[in-house]
Every structure is written in C-alpha cells, then in structure tokens.
C-alpha cells in the first residue's frame, strides 16, 4: 500500500499531478481545492494517499492532510459515493466543511459538489452523521491542532473539572465523563478553526443547557450556537 508520496512536480492536469519520486513518475488523482493548494511543477510537494484497486485499474488520490484522507475513506463507505464524487466533495467543502456540514445535516452544502444530486446528498447525511463526531474528535492527531493540555484552562474544561471534584465515587465519575465529553467537543471545534474562546464558550453553553448531552450532541449544539444568525 502507497500510504505516502513525496517528490517533485513534473506537471499539473484538471484533476491530477505527476510526481517524480527518484526517477518513477506516479499520476496522483487530487481534488481542485488540493490541486489549487500545490506549488507548480519542478518545485517539491508531499502528498498522503490511498490507492484504488480495480480489476482493470490502479489510481492513487493525494490528500494534503490525513484528515482528509479519513473523510475521503468514510465518504466512500455511502453507497452511490464513489472516489470522484467523494474528490468532488472534498474539493468544494474541505475537510472541515465536510464535517460541518454533516454534523449540522446540512444536505445543501453537500449537494453544491459538482455532480452530487439531492438524493445522494441525503444519503451522505443520513449515513455519516452519527460517525462525524468521531472524526472530529480525531482531528487534533491527524492535523495541526493544539493539545489538550494547551486548552485545559478554558471555562468549559474548568467547570467539567471542577464538578468531577464533587464528593463521592458517582459524583466524581460523572463529573470525569463531562469533563471528557466537554474536552473532546471543544478540541473538535478547534479542529475546525474557531477561537479557542468562542469555542469554549459554546461548549460551555451547550453542556449547561443540556447536562446529560454526549459528545456527538455537544458538538451539534455548539455548532448551531456558533452558526453566523
């Protein structure tokens, strides 16, 4: 398995670029945001990527992050979503996009992908929102994102803190489950590029106003807090 390319540029089509890698040209299929972000040919780029197996084809998809290689490779598990339709997701939405608009159902968003119809965009929607979370959460190893540790004094991480200190054994162990939950949300709208005070804020809002929420519906409700009104 090709998990990772790194060479020069040799050229740049619509939908492509050919990678000179000690002396062995390999085509990588990338999407237009992707292709928009790389440096012309002769200059150096690195690029993860997954391979495609077929009968009668091999084909490899570059991504800039692993990020987005884990949305490309859950996109793929809808049924009518194939690599083209997932590199033509990625490309209008982003990484970030992607996981915005799915956590909020926002089928529209998805649908502005050039060749995604409103049926396959529901599908999307409907099949990956409860797995969203999950990679969101994730973000913090698979791209430039702070720590926990640098975010540990935030209001919402403070309260959490705070009740898990609560006397006995089922105060303090629901006290250590928000805390974990209201941490992992607000890491994950980090991930997607809001201040680190907005973001905590929300969360915070979120957790006070449903106690009992997990992190999936912690992050649901932030977002929609968050969402320009």
Not at 17 to 37: K, M, N, P, Q
Not at 117 to 133: M, N
Request: with cysteine; glycine share 12%.
């Amino acid at each position: 398995m090709i998990g990772r390319i790194a060479g020069r540029i040799d050229w740049k089509g619509g939908d492509s670029v050919l990678i000179d890698v000690r002396g062995v040209g390999y085509i990588v299929h990338v999407s237009e945001r992707t292709l928009a972000g790389l440096p012309g040919p002769g200059e150096h780029c690195a690029l993860f990527t997954e391979l495609l197996v077929r009968e009668d084809l091999l084909q490899l998809f570059g991504f800039p992050t692993m990020l987005e290689k884990e949305w490309h490779k859950l996109l793929t598990t809808v049924q009518g979503v194939g690599a083209k339709a997932s590199m033509a997701i990625l490309g209008t939405l982003g990484a970030e996009g992607v996981a915005r608009a799915i956590t909020l159902g926002d089928a529209k968003a998805v649908q502005a992908a050039p060749g995604v119809g409103p049926k396959l965009a529901q599908r999307v929607i409907l099949e990956l929102k409860s797995k969203a979370p999950g990679v969101m959460v994730q973000a913090a190893g698979l791209s430039a994102a702070p720590e926990l540790d640098e975010v540990i004094e935030t209001p919402v991480v403070v309260a959490a803190a705070r009740a898990a200190k609560a006397p006995g054994k089922a105060a303090a162990s629901e006290g250590a489950r928000r805390a974990a939950q209201s941490a992992d949300a607000l890491s994950a709208l980090l991930n997607l590029g809001y201040g680190q005070g907005d973001a905590a804020q929300a969360v915070a809002s979120a957790a006070g106003e449903a106690p009992e929420a997990d992190t999936a519906a912690l992050i649901r409700a932030s977002l929609k807090l968050l969402a320009p009104r």
